[in-house]
């Protein structure tokens, strides 16, 4: 088996990385057919995702998004692919809230 780890850091807030969880949560399960549940709590959000071969959580909290996976024998050939693919998705949706308002002079 072959493990990812992913750890992406943001100032969005609880509420804003919640949505952002939510989006790609829906984003792996048309894209990759994966199975998502979402545990929301109070400091932090847990996102349950699985399909053969793969299974891992994704941690959401104010300041922070952590992905840990294991992917099976056969995807595990793929991993930095696969790392790659899931890096692009997450950093995609992190990309507009990132950028912050001009000030108007």
């Given at each position: 088996m072959a493990d990812l780890h992913i750890l992406r850091?943001?100032?969005?807030g609880?509420?804003?990385a919640r949505k952002i969880?939510?989006?790609?949560?829906?984003?792996?399960?048309?894209e990759f057919d994966m199975r998502c549940t979402i545990e929301e709590g109070k400091f932090e959000d847990m996102v349950r995702f699985e399909r053969t071969g793969v299974h891992g959580?994704?941690?959401?909290?104010k300041d922070r998004f952590e992905l840990d996976a294991k992917l099976g024998f056969l995807l595990?050939?793929?991993?930095?692919?696969?790392?790659?693919?899931?890096?692009?998705?997450l950093d995609s949706?992190?990309?507009?809230a990132k950028k912050a308002p001009?000030?108007?002079s």
């Open positions: 850091e943001h100032t969005l609880h509420a804003a969880a939510i989006q790609w949560a829906e984003q792996v399960e048309s959580t994704l941690h959401v909290t595990g050939a793929f991993k930095h692919r696969i790392e790659a693919e899931i890096v692009k998705n949706l992190l990309a507009p001009r000030k108007k």
